[in-house]
């Protein structure tokens, strides 16, 4: 959500205790707020109403992890829907092309583990430690509630290439929800991140492997 959004939020809120007889303070509107950030609004009111129509948990006012498990479902379930899209990323788009997903956490994650072209460098034996290592990373950040800085694009190889010649790059392909992606590319930060290997670096150094994996990984 925006900080814009904020008042709309605690509105929305409040009037959900309301149903309960549970007046909110403001502490604990802050907590709400800070738990729901990484959520767009309608989908946050939405998970609302499911769990007040839920007939087993609705007749209890809601804590966040409710709310939470009604937006994503369980943090494992949250991880392999991340995977399966970066899988389907890797093998459609590939390492040359610059990629923007729609959720800010795969961003994140992707960059720890070294980058869009870093990824795409990994052999098919590689792939399942790979997609486990992904898994486990994103859950980490999930079950923190956390909302940390992240790249605003994953770096392809035609781009770094561009970068170092001084020749401009075409937009990045948007993986996943176009809109949401778009939000994903402007929440971004460009800063140097902690863990974070150069791109320009990676994607030149491995380009030739990368072809071979990619064509290997299109074809299955």
């Not at 008042?7 to 909110?24: E, H, Q, R, T």
């Not at 929800?177 to 150069?198: H, N, W």
């Amino acid at each position: 959500m925006r900080t814009d959004e904020l008042s709309d939020f605690a509105d929305l809120l409040a009037g959900v205790m309301d149903l309960y007889g549970k007046p909110i303070s403001e502490f604990a509107t802050q907590v709400w707020w800070e738990a729901m950030r990484p959520y767009d609004l309608p989908a946050v009111r939405l998970a609302f109403s499911r769990h007040v129509q839920n007939p087993d948990t609705g007749q209890f006012a809601p804590k966040p992890a409710d709310v939470i498990r009604m937006l994503g479902g369980t943090t494992q379930d949250s991880a392999l829907r991340a995977w399966a899209k970066v899988d389907k990323g890797v093998r459609h788009v590939g390492p040359y092309a610059s990629v923007a997903f729609d959720d800010p956490l795969i961003h994140r994650v992707l960059h720890d583990m070294g980058g869009w072209v870093g990824l795409s460098s990994k052999s098919e034996d590689e792939w399942p430690f790979v997609a486990k290592e992904f898994e486990n990373r994103y859950r980490g950040y999930a079950m923190r509630n956390e909302r940390p800085e992240y790249p605003p694009v994953l770096t392809g190889i035609a781009e770094a290439e561009n970068v170092r010649r001084g020749l401009v790059s075409d937009p990045p392909r948007l993986i996943g929800d176009a809109e949401k992606a778009e939000a994903v590319m402007q929440g971004g930060t460009d800063r140097p991140l902690i863990g974070f290997s150069t791109a320009g670096a990676a994607a030149l150094g491995v380009a030739d492997n990368k072809l071979r994996v990619v064509d290997a990984r299109s074809a299955a």
